[in-house]
Each structure stands twice: as C-alpha cells, then as structure tokens.
C-alpha cells in the first residue's frame, strides 16, 4: 500500500546543533504537512508544501518539497530546548483527502 | 474561536468491555477525521466523515469498531468489545471543505489503555 517513510526515528541533539528529519512517500504525493507533538500533547500544524520543489522557511525552520513530490525535509538550525517534541510529516497521495502519517522523529535536544 | 475537543481525555478499561470515545469538531467544520496512535507508531487514518456521511472507512480495523456523526455535528467512536491492541491514542481531526490542500486541525486525543 502507499506509505510514507520518515527517519530517523530518533535524534538527540546538543542545544545549538542542527537537526534533519526526512520523509520518502512509495509514490507521488499531492502535497505534505508537518505537524510537532509536544511530549503529551497533539499533533500542530506547521505547514503544508504542495508545488515541488518547494521551500518555505518558518524562522529557524526549513522545510523543502522535492522535484518528484515524493520526499520532503524539515531542517531546524541552532536547535533550542523548545523544539523538543516528535515531528511528524504528513502525506496526502493523488485524489486522497486522508493524510498518511510518517512514524515521526522523536526530537530530544540537551541542554 | 474553539478548536477540536475530544473525550475523555483518558479511558482505562478492561479487555472486553465497551468504550465510547466522542469527538466535537471544529464549529461549521464538514469534514471529521478519526486517526489513532498505537504502541508509539505511526498515526494512521481510520475513517472521514462529510457531514454525516460516512466518506471513507477504509481504515477502520475491524467490525468491533463503529463510528457515528448523527446530525453532522459531534461524532462518535465505539469500541465493543475492546482488546489489548486497541491501547493507543485516538485523534479526531476537522477541516471546512476537505479539499486536497486543506489543513486539517487535530484535537488533543483520547488516550485509551485496555488492559
């Protein structure tokens, strides 16, 4: 069935360092969403990439669309204590209006 | 303006008995999404409402689960008999339209524990 891919499953990081996480759908997607789940908490909309090639850029945050519409990547530079949480991507495939969820990046950044 | 409610917050119960989780979406929201976590994978899709219309319920594991969205406003996801694989977070999410490009927003999850 069609799946979306998403490593690593977790990172730690020293406060300051950057951070990556990746997601690779089986196949083509309409467009991707991220969401951040505080620990305990629910999944918050971050954003939505939908033309590829896309890069859209929130403060200390970069997510990127590749050419195909097939992967996708957040990058956080100079990780804070406040981005700890599980970071998911969100795929929605051709003609689909549920969103098939990667299994997320646990993110624990140290002090 | 108030954002997708759900209850119970939380729900333990044991093996065989029944649990009926509620969802209160987005006010003028058409489109109601039930999605679960389970055992810290990954979030997947259970079924979409449009209004009270059943639109997709591909994802419903099994017939010991049923939902319900009577008059398109709350809905409802029963649970009979439940199980020890049921343990898991259930999200209810909404969107207005529920286009391909529609955000759709999330309720804080009911975290159920069948033991």
């Known amino acids: 069935g069609q799946q979306v891919m998403q490593i690593p499953q977790y990172q730690h990081v020293q406060e300051g360092e950057d951070f990556t996480t990746y997601c690779n759908s089986s196949?083509?997607?309409?467009?991707i969403q991220w969401y951040k789940q505080r620990p305990g908490g629910h999944p918050v909309f971050l954003i939505q990439?939908?033309?590829?090639?896309e890069v859209k850029k929130q403060k200390r945050l970069t997510f990127q669309f590749g050419e195909a519409k097939k992967n996708s990547s957040l990058h956080i530079t100079a990780t804070q204590t406040t981005d700890v949480g599980t970071y998911f991507c969100?795929?929605?495939?051709?003609?689909?209006?549920?969103?098939?969820f990667g299994s997320g990046t646990q993110l624990t950044v140290l002090p | 303006e108030a954002g997708v409610t759900q209850f119970p917050s939380h729900s333990v119960i044991e093996k065989g008995q029944t649990v009926t989780l509620r969802c209160d979406p987005i006010s003028g929201h058409d489109n109601l999404y039930w999605y679960r976590r389970v055992m810290g994978k990954e979030i997947k899709f259970l079924l979409h409402f449009v209004k009270e219309s059943k639109q997709d319920e591909s994802g419903m594991p099994n017939n010991r689960f049923l939902a319900e969205r009577t008059g398109g406003t709350y809905s409802t996801l029963k649970v009979q008999p439940a199980e020890l694989e049921d343990s898991g977070v259930y999200f209810c999410?909404?969107?207005?339209?529920?286009?391909?490009?529609?955000?759709?927003?999330f309720g804080p999850g009911t975290r159920l524990l069948v033991l």
């Open positions: 999410a909404s969107s207005q339209w529920g286009h391909s490009r529609e955000t759709q927003y």
């Open positions: 990439l939908v033309k590829s090639g």
């Open positions: 196949t083509t997607l309409s467009n």
């Open positions: 969100a795929g929605r495939f051709l003609s689909a209006r549920q969103l098939t």
